[in-house]
């Protein structure tokens, strides 16, 4: 279901036409089954679907509405736009089990397992709205609580965001007097991967909540689209070795085996990182150097002349004392990429002189 889960919430969104049947259903205390296939024949030839009526006409929210007042099923087409039969019965396998309760959730379970398709249960008792697709179930939520919830999730995402930046200037200040520490990095990069993972964790309601997301939309698109870069570059500054990414994204992938609650855990980044350290003291000092990937990535130069420069200076601290002709003769570089890349530096060591720090 995780493949088809968002085609799904897109077709079960609030204010699309299938929700606005179902939501009508539920307001009217009904209940209803729904199977979704393009093939209805195929079931109708097993006996999967027996008797019925055959309409075969254009979705509406209303005629579905009165549809599901008849105590049979309703088979649409595998996206919801045609209505093909109502009031029809469904069997089902009965070797298939199921942990459901009710009847029409214990048959909807068992046909989504016995068909690999969607089908979509409404309980008049328990006012819910249940989509069974293979083995897994989703539960659709109501709009007030998807914007809750969303809000919540987005509102969590922006204080570690705000969070990230702050750290991130901090770490512009202690790169300028050589003061870095594994645990300002591992702190930075915590804080990074949470406001990523919390922002993916509302992707869920925003699918759900299709074109009402509204802001929220945007904000999750800002935070996804900005800060992994941000956050790969400084990953693959300070790695203990030098990494292989294609891109800046990529080396968020060393952390996605840590589960999300054990991203505080600082011993934990670290030794993702390549350092095996057991007390905030060997944290604090172990200083460490950038490699100036961070510095080099925002001159928006190719990766391959980056990783050029880095490959044959090794660290901000030699870079910063390279001449523009020693860089203009580098296999690849030339004058203007050259000039980009010293006018980067030159920044950096007004910043050094600005916070007082030296890289000599």
Request: overall charge neutral; glycine content about 6%; charged content about 25%.
């Amino acid at each position: 279901m995780k493949e088809m889960l968002p085609e799904l919430l897109t077709m079960m969104a609030p204010g699309k036409p299938l929700r606005k049947g179902l939501d009508r259903i539920m307001d009217a205390n009904l209940g209803v089954l729904m199977f979704f296939v393009e093939d209805a024949q195929k079931y109708i030839d097993t006996n999967v679907i027996q008797l019925g009526f055959k309409i075969d006409i254009d979705f509406e929210s209303e005629k579905l509405y009165e549809l599901a007042k008849m105590d049979g099923a309703i088979v649409l087409n595998r996206d919801g736009s045609r209505i093909l039969y109502a009031n029809v019965q469904l069997n089902t396998d009965s070797s298939i089990p199921s942990s459901e309760t009710g009847m029409r959730h214990r048959t909807a379970h068992k046909l989504a397992i016995q068909s690999q398709k969607l089908v979509i249960a409404v309980s008049k008792r328990r006012s819910t709205i249940s989509a069974f697709y293979g083995k897994e179930k989703y539960e659709l939520l109501s709009e007030a609580v998807l914007f809750s919830r969303l809000n919540q999730e987005i509102t969590i995402a922006q204080r570690y965001k705000q969070n990230f930046y702050e750290l991130i200037e901090v770490l512009n200040s202690e790169e300028s007097s050589n003061t870095v520490s594994l645990y300002d990095v591992s702190e930075i990069i915590s804080k990074g991967l949470l406001t990523v993972r919390i922002t993916q964790r509302s992707e869920i309601y925003l699918k759900e909540m299709g074109d009402l997301a509204g802001s929220a939309y945007l904000e999750h698109r800002e935070i996804l689209s900005t800060v992994p870069k941000v956050l790969g570059a400084i990953i693959i500054d300070y790695t203990a070795s030098v990494p292989e990414f294609d891109s800046c994204e990529e080396a968020l992938s060393m952390f996605d085996s840590i589960k999300t609650e054990n991203l505080l855990d600082l011993f934990l980044i670290a030794q993702r990182l390549g350092y095996k350290k057991d007390s905030d003291e060997g944290l604090k000092e172990t200083i460490l150097t950038p490699r100036a990937f961070r510095l080099l990535y925002s001159t928006k130069l190719p990766q391959t002349s980056i990783k050029t420069i880095i490959g044959k200076y090794e660290n901000l601290t030699n870079l910063l004392n390279v001449s523009l002709d020693e860089l203009s003769a580098i296999g690849g570089i030339g004058k203007r990429k050259a000039r980009i890349i010293t006018s980067a530096l030159m920044r950096k060591k007004m910043q050094n002189e600005f916070e007082g720090g030296s890289y000599q």
